[in-house]
Every structure is written in C-alpha cells, then in structure tokens.
C-alpha cells in the first residue's frame, strides 16, 4: 500500500500542501494590509518556511522521479521507509503551522490594544464597518472547540479485542465497508443508546444503523459473499439492537431535522434543508426495517417493533416513509400483509395466547395504515387498493374458526374506506358495487355453474357486506344540510344483492338469501330508507323445506352465519326446518322493529299480519313455525294498537310530513311493545352465544 500512495497520490498530496501554503500566507498579508501595518518579520519566517517546504518538496518530486525511472531501486528505497517516519514529518509540520498561526494571532492582538489607543476613532469605525478584521482568528478557535466537540461525540466505541476496522460511511444504500467483523456486546449498545438519548448523536446512529443492517440480515448472514461491520452473537443482543433502533431512530432523525430556532420542522422531511444529510440514514433505516418485517415470525415481536416505530407524537418511522415513493409501497404490502393474516387452526385453551397474538398485530397493522391515510391523502388509493384486493382474498375461505378475524376485516377496511375524501369514496365506491352488478349479470344471461358460482360465494357476499357498511356509514354519519354524495348509491346496490339472491331460491341457498335480507335490513335501519323486503321472508314460509314434516336427524344446530350454501345430510331435516323457521322470524322481528314508531305503521304491517295468520293456519303440523309465528302476530298487533291510540291524539294532516316524519320522536323506545320485546330478545340471543 505505500508503494501503490508513492507512485499515485504522494505528488498530488505535495501539490495541495504547496497550494495551501500559499493561499494562507496571501490570505495573512491581506488582512495586515487591511490594519496599514506590516509585520515583516512574520513575513521573511514565512517566506523562508515556503523555502524550506519547497526545497523538501523537490527533493522528494526528484525520489518520485527516481522510484518511477528504476522499480527496483523504487523498491529498495521504500524498505528503507518507515510510514511511522512519514506520519512524524507532517505532525512535525503542522506543529509549527499551528505555532506560527498563534504567534500570528498573539500579535494581531498586540496591534489591535495600540490602535486602540492611539486613534480610538479609527478603532470605532473598524468596529462598525470592518468587524471580521477585528475577530480574525476567534472564529478559526471556534471551529476547532466545535470540532474537539465533534470528536468527543464521534468517540463511541473501542473493540475489546483491538479489531481493525474501517470508516465506516453510509451510502444510500446503506452499505459499509469493513476488513473485519465487529462482535456486537449489550455494554456497546447501552453506550450508543445513551449518546442517543442525552445528545441525539447522529455519530452513534449511524453506527447503531449499521448493527440493525446485520440484525435485519441475520438469516443471510451465514451465506457466502454477505459481509456485514457488526456480527450479532445472540438472541438477546439480537433483540436488544432491534429495540434500540425502532426507539431511538425515529426521534433522533426527527431531531435533526429542527427548525434554526428550536422549533421542529412541520413539512415533509424531504422539504427540509438538512435533509441531504440524513436522507442516506434515513433510507437506511427504513429499508432494513422492512426487511425486519419480511424476516420475523413470531407475531409478538413483530406487533412490538410495529408500535414502537409506529408510535409517539409525529407518527414515528410513518412520517419518513412517505419520502420515498418505493419504499412506502413495500411497507403498505408488508402492513397489509399482517393485517389480512389470519389464523385458520382450531386453537385450544393452552394456546389461545397465539392466537391473541394475531389479532393484536391485526389491530396494531391496521393502525399503521390508517396511520399512512392521516398523515398524507395521497397516499388513500394505494392503501384502500391493497387493503381491498387482500381482504376479498381472505374473506373467501370463510369459516367458522376465522369468522371473527373477517368481521375485523370488514370492520377497519370500512373505516379506511371512510377516511378518503368524497369524491374519491364515490368512485372507489361505484366501481367496485358496478363490478358485482356485472357479476350477477353474467351468472343471470350465461346461468352457467361458473358464473352463478361465483355470485353465490364468500367473495360476493362480503365485497356486499363492505359497500353496504361503506354506504350506510357515509348517509349515517353525514352532517349538515345537504344529502350525502354516497346516497344515491343505495338504490343500485340494493338492487344488486336482491337480485343475487332471486337466481336460486331452493332450500340449499336459504343461507345465502338470509345473509342478503339481513344486508338490506341493515341499509334500510342505518340509512332511513324503506326497503320493502316481507315478501322475501314469506317465500321461505311457502318453500316445500317448511311445509313439508322434516325428518328426524341427529345433526348439530345449522350454522346459518358460516355457510353460504347448506350441506346436503341438512336438506329436508327438522333440525334446518327448525333452523330456517327461527332465523326468517328474527328477520321479521328485526325488519318490524324499524318501522315500530313510524305513524303508518298500522297499514304497512296490514297485508303482513294476513299473511302471517295464513301461514298459520297451513302450517299446523309445525310446531317450531307455529309458535314462532303466534308470538310474532301478537306483538305486532300491541304495536299496532299502541300506534293507533297515539295517532288518534295529533292535530295534522296526512299531508303535513315534517310533522309525521317528527311523530313519536321524543318518547322512549322501550314504550313500544315490539321493541321493548325485541331488546329483551337481543340480550337473550346475544347470552346464548357467549
């Protein structure tokens, strides 16, 4: 290595010295003519200093020329030169540059107190007009106390067993170079942490972002060609690397990036004029801790670093990633990931805290996302794109083990779906329910097994249940005025499940119909809209799977809310009949309920109550209809006396709306007697399956 610096980078290292030499000394007689007074005796030991330098720079130029001319005797030369010898010829130098810089500054001063005192009107005006000339050499102190401040900030780290190891520099790419690995030890770690948490040392971050490099790269660290500067002996500094980083990076980053006057800076970190500086670190961080997540297994630690990179005041690591279109769109599919991940196995008692485990990095993956949806609008599509696509994806294997883990997917891809603004909600919204419509439109014209396949599935079904919430939550929660942008979307999607439902209406799709009555009872409460849908549940009562006597089985109870379709050992059972009776009647109850303290009351349940009392009387031999349908007309007929004897009390018209609209709006519900009897209902249902 020190032929290779002889031969290529000695004589420019001479040229540069040379150069600076000269432009010092041009910049001292400047400033001494500035002050009108010359110092020449500095000037002649300068000058016989640049005599000197020169004279040794020429004869080293003339060994250059030499060692080039003849290699061998280059060779011998070099034997004879120590790189100690070499590094104690320019210390030696710099000792007298920093000597005579001194004596400079010492008399600059001297000539300053004369001048002071023998034209102090000529001292003011340099005070006034010429300050620099008057600090020179105090801000050269400056920088070099900032600079020993430097040093005794960059001064982290001492390898125990006196490894060697290069400078190591971020590049974009977060790469270092090393000649050898360092082992990582806790007592290291503490040390970085606490430069981290007293002096927000960018210094021990960076070191502290090359051991979470090895840490995210620890299952390829024992792959040919993979080097990396620290080496991680354990689990434990393994965890403990992991837990230092997602903590302090965030804030230390966020630090640095303040405002002159302490303030932190509020726009994007990019827009920042010191992001150039940690754009490289920051990347860095972020790539790793995405491959983290693609590495960990164990769903608690991957719920522990997504809260604690997640978290604090400014949104922690999500507020850096929006700084990078890439990255941002590999950490949404990460989140995605483990917020559409769900657990299909039928845990026990002793391993039900696993399956807890899962839920809460659901919980905490759908707060990362939300979190992206907050922070920055433009980044919604990308979110609701992904979080869609996976969501339709798992909802299709539906079953009763993960039927809770769907509802939460159901629940929180509303929620996203809700934080878009308008516009962009009305067309995510119309393009998605114009999807199913041409889905029940070609199972409707092909009727093929394919095409009526794919409209009675889990996939349909819960794409239904999403925009009927997405819609429902919109009308419902909208304030002011004006109607919502979402309400015209009622008529159409309501049409497309009613439709679904009408292309098979055999008893093996009664699960399927049921679902679909319970979406649009849903709508229909939520959105205040009327929805005439009795004639839907009457046609269960006139099915051949009613009124025909079902044949005994020993079945356990049909599990109407995880099947979309039911099995063939349940078809033509009383256990179905039964099922199918108590399931349409709740539907009734539900659907009654609504309309309990409207003012036309009296004549809607009219044609019903016919209806009911006729099914009555067909079906004796039913015993589970029977009584369902006995309990059913008789609270239907209090209610409706309830109504008629409030209605015989107002003074408007049947024209006057706003004041039926307004009727029976202060009292309580429990003053019905339908919906005093469905609470009561409720709550039973409700213990019954606890």
Known sequence: STKKFIRTKLKDTLDKRRKG??????????????????????????????????????????????????????????????????????????????????????????????????????????????????????????????????????????????????????????????????????????????????????????KLLMAFRSAANFSDSDKEGEFFTYKIPNSSVFNAVIIATVKYAPIVLDFHLMECDGNRFKGLPSQSKKWKKLQPLTKSFLTNLIKLYKTLTDPTMVKFVMKESTSGEFHGSTQFFQCFPKLIKEYVKVLVGFWSRIDNSNKTEELSVEKTNFEQLQLVSFLGLRKICVINASFV??????????????????????????????????????LSPPQSLYSHAFTNIRKLAIILRQAITAKSPEAVKKVYSWSFLWGCRLWANVVAGGVEGFVGGKESILKPLIYPLVQVILGAMRIRTSSKYFPHRLHCIKLVIDIESRTKTFIPVCSYLFDIFDSVEITKLGKASTNKKFDFESNVRTQKEYLGTKVFQTGVVEETIDLLFEYFGIQALKISFPELVLPALFQLKRFQKTNKSNFALTKNLNLLIEKLELNQSFILEKRSDVDFSPKDLNAANAFLSTIKSSESPLLKYLENRRKVQKSLMI
């Open 21 to 206: 030499k000269v432009v010092k000394d041009q910049k001292l007689k400047q400033q001494q003519k500035k002050l009108g007074k010359r110092n020449f005796e500095e000037e002649e030991k300068s000058d016989s200093e640049i005599d000197d330098a020169s004279d040794e720079e020429e004869l080293l130029e003339d060994n250059l020329d030499e060692t080039q001319n003849s290699e061998s005797e280059m060779s011998d030369n070099i034997e004879d030169l120590e790189i100690e010898d070499f590094s104690e010829d320019s210390s030696d130098e710099e000792d007298s540059d920093e000597e005579t810089d001194e004596q400079t500054k010492e008399n600059h001063k001297v000539e300053l107190m004369a001048l002071k005192e023998k034209d102090p009107e000529f001292f003011k005006y340099l005070q006034e007009n010429d300050q620099e000339l008057l600090n020179f050499g105090s801000s050269d102190e400056e920088d070099t106390a900032a600079q020993e401040e430097e040093n005794q900030d960059s001064d982290v780290e001492e390898d125990t067993d006196n490894k060697v190891v290069d400078m190591e520099v971020l590049d974009e790419e977060g790469e270092a170079t090393i000649s050898n690995q360092i082992t990582l030890s806790k007592d290291l770690i503490n040390k970085w942490k606490r430069l981290l948490s007293e002096k927000n040392s960018l210094r021990a971050l960076k």
């Open 381 to 418: 599509e990308l979110v609701l794109k992904l979080s869609y696509s996976a969501y339709i994806s798992t909802a299709s294997k539906t079953n009763s083990l993960n039927l809770k883990s769907i509802k939460f997917l159901l629940t929180s891809l509303t929620e996203l779906e809700l």
